[in-house]
Protein backbone atom coordinates (compact mmCIF):
# COMPACT_ATOMS: atom_id res chain seq x y z
CA UNK A 1 0.00 0.00 0.00
CA UNK A 2 1.39 3.26 -1.30
CA UNK A 3 1.78 5.90 1.95
CA UNK A 4 2.51 8.23 4.26
CA UNK A 5 2.80 7.81 7.90
CA UNK A 6 4.02 10.27 10.46
CA UNK A 7 4.77 9.47 13.98
CA UNK A 8 6.27 10.76 17.32
CA UNK A 9 3.74 13.47 18.22
CA UNK A 10 2.25 13.32 21.98
CA UNK A 11 1.68 15.90 24.49
CA UNK A 12 4.98 17.81 25.70
CA UNK A 13 5.76 20.62 28.12
CA UNK A 14 6.28 24.46 27.16
CA UNK A 15 10.26 24.52 26.26
CA UNK A 16 10.37 20.77 25.52
CA UNK A 17 11.12 18.75 22.10
CA UNK A 18 9.77 16.05 20.24
CA UNK A 19 10.83 14.79 16.69
CA UNK A 20 8.01 13.64 14.09
CA UNK A 21 8.76 11.19 11.39
CA UNK A 22 7.22 10.65 8.32
CA UNK A 23 7.11 7.32 6.75
CA UNK A 24 6.96 6.09 3.37
CA UNK A 25 5.75 3.25 2.09
CA UNK A 26 5.04 1.31 -1.18
CA UNK A 27 7.26 3.95 -2.90
CA UNK A 28 10.66 5.84 -2.85
CA UNK A 29 10.90 8.88 -1.27
CA UNK A 30 14.16 10.12 -2.96
CA UNK A 31 12.11 11.58 -6.18
CA UNK A 32 9.69 13.70 -3.88
CA UNK A 33 10.23 16.97 -1.95
CA UNK A 34 8.72 16.95 1.47
CA UNK A 35 6.35 19.11 3.60
CA UNK A 36 5.18 19.25 7.35
CA UNK A 37 2.32 21.02 7.26
CA UNK A 38 0.00 21.30 10.77
CA UNK A 39 -3.76 22.21 11.77
CA UNK A 40 -4.65 23.70 14.83
CA UNK A 41 -8.31 23.07 15.99
CA UNK A 42 -10.34 26.37 14.69
CA UNK A 43 -7.33 27.33 12.21
CA UNK A 44 -6.60 26.91 8.75
CA UNK A 45 -3.61 24.70 8.02
CA UNK A 46 -0.14 25.85 6.87
CA UNK A 47 2.98 24.91 5.69
CA UNK A 48 5.55 24.58 8.70
CA UNK A 49 9.07 23.53 6.89
CA UNK A 50 9.93 21.54 3.64
CA UNK A 51 13.11 19.83 2.29
CA UNK A 52 14.19 19.44 -1.19
CA UNK A 53 14.79 15.76 -2.74
CA UNK A 54 18.41 16.18 -1.97
CA UNK A 55 17.75 17.38 1.22
CA UNK A 56 20.51 20.22 -0.29
CA UNK A 57 17.54 22.52 0.24
CA UNK A 58 14.98 23.68 3.64
CA UNK A 59 12.84 26.34 3.81
CA UNK A 60 10.93 27.16 7.77
CA UNK A 61 7.88 29.14 8.77
CA UNK A 62 9.04 32.25 10.18
CA UNK A 63 7.71 31.64 13.72
CA UNK A 64 9.51 27.89 13.89
CA UNK A 65 12.88 29.03 12.38
CA UNK A 66 15.65 28.11 15.06
CA UNK A 67 13.57 25.58 16.44
CA UNK A 68 12.62 23.33 14.00
CA UNK A 69 14.89 21.37 12.26
CA UNK A 70 13.69 19.70 8.98
CA UNK A 71 15.67 16.41 7.95
CA UNK A 72 16.09 13.52 5.71
CA UNK A 73 17.40 9.98 5.99
CA UNK A 74 16.39 8.52 1.99
CA UNK A 75 18.11 5.21 2.34
CA UNK A 76 15.95 5.07 5.31
CA UNK A 77 12.50 6.10 3.55
CA UNK A 78 12.00 8.36 6.27
CA UNK A 79 12.01 12.55 6.81
CA UNK A 80 12.43 14.28 10.50
CA UNK A 81 11.36 17.15 12.07
CA UNK A 82 12.76 17.55 15.24
CA UNK A 83 10.89 20.82 17.25
CA UNK A 84 12.94 22.60 19.75
CA UNK A 85 11.57 24.53 22.59
CA UNK A 86 7.86 23.47 22.15
CA UNK A 87 5.17 26.71 22.56
CA UNK A 88 1.36 26.52 22.92
CA UNK A 89 1.22 27.60 19.83
CA UNK A 90 2.24 24.82 18.44
CA UNK A 91 -0.02 22.59 19.46
CA UNK A 92 -1.88 21.05 16.25
CA UNK A 93 -2.10 17.85 14.38
CA UNK A 94 1.06 17.57 12.02
CA UNK A 95 1.02 16.37 8.54
CA UNK A 96 3.85 15.21 6.09
CA UNK A 97 3.25 15.61 2.16
CA UNK A 98 5.33 14.69 -1.12
CA UNK A 99 4.87 15.84 -4.53
CA UNK A 100 7.41 16.19 -7.05
CA UNK A 101 6.79 19.91 -8.37
CA UNK A 102 9.60 22.09 -8.83
CA UNK A 103 10.97 22.96 -5.34
CA UNK A 104 10.84 26.69 -6.05
CA UNK A 105 7.01 26.22 -6.32
CA UNK A 106 6.56 23.70 -3.50
CA UNK A 107 8.49 25.33 -0.73
CA UNK A 108 5.34 27.96 -1.12
CA UNK A 109 3.73 24.62 0.88
CA UNK A 110 0.51 25.98 -0.30
CA UNK A 111 -1.56 24.27 1.83
CA UNK A 112 -4.38 22.39 -0.59
CA UNK A 113 -4.79 18.51 -0.82
CA UNK A 114 -5.14 18.03 -4.34
CA UNK A 115 -1.24 20.05 -4.79
CA UNK A 116 0.26 16.74 -3.29
CA UNK A 117 0.48 13.59 -4.34
CA UNK A 118 0.64 11.70 -1.27
CA UNK A 119 -0.35 12.97 2.57
CA UNK A 120 -0.12 11.57 5.85
CA UNK A 121 -2.96 11.01 8.74
CA UNK A 122 -1.21 12.82 10.82
CA UNK A 123 -0.29 13.39 13.81
CA UNK A 124 -1.20 15.37 17.28
CA UNK A 125 1.02 17.83 18.59
CA UNK A 126 0.20 19.04 22.09
CA UNK A 127 2.22 21.81 24.33
CA UNK A 128 0.68 22.14 27.66
CA UNK A 129 1.71 22.61 30.99
Known amino acids: QVKLVESGGGLVQPGGSLRLSCAAS????????IGWFRQAPGKEREGVSC????????NYLDSVKGRFTISRDNAKNMVYLQMTDLKPEDTAVYYC??????????????????????WGQGTQVTVSS
Open 51 to 58: ISRSGSST
Open 26 to 33: GFTLDYYH
Open 97 to 118: AADRSPYPVFRALIPEKGRYEY
